[in-house]
């Protein structure tokens, strides 16, 4: 009984890892995405020739 249930023990914590790290990459996916939309979409500096950073720090 005892190896039974940490193989069922086992198979639930890769089925989590596994859909953590699922989750993980897409998030990664999206904040990539949204960060080279920021170069495409970051406003002109001064006097039009420079172009700015569209983030704060």
């Known amino acids: 009984m005892i190896p039974l ?3 069922l023990l ?3 914590v890769l089925f989590g890892a596994g859909f953590a790290l699922k989750v993980l990459w897409w998030l ?3 904040v990539l995405a949204v ?3 920021g170069f495409v979409f970051r406003s002109a500096g001064t006097g039009g020739r420079s172009r700015g ?3 704060r720090w």
Request: aromatic share 20%; glycine share 0%; hydrophobic share 85%.
């Open 10 to 12: 086992l198979a639930l």
């Open 5 to 7: 249930i940490l193989v």
């Open 28 to 30: 990664a996916v999206i």
């Open 53 to 55: 950073r569209w983030y």
């Open 35 to 37: 960060w080279l939309l």
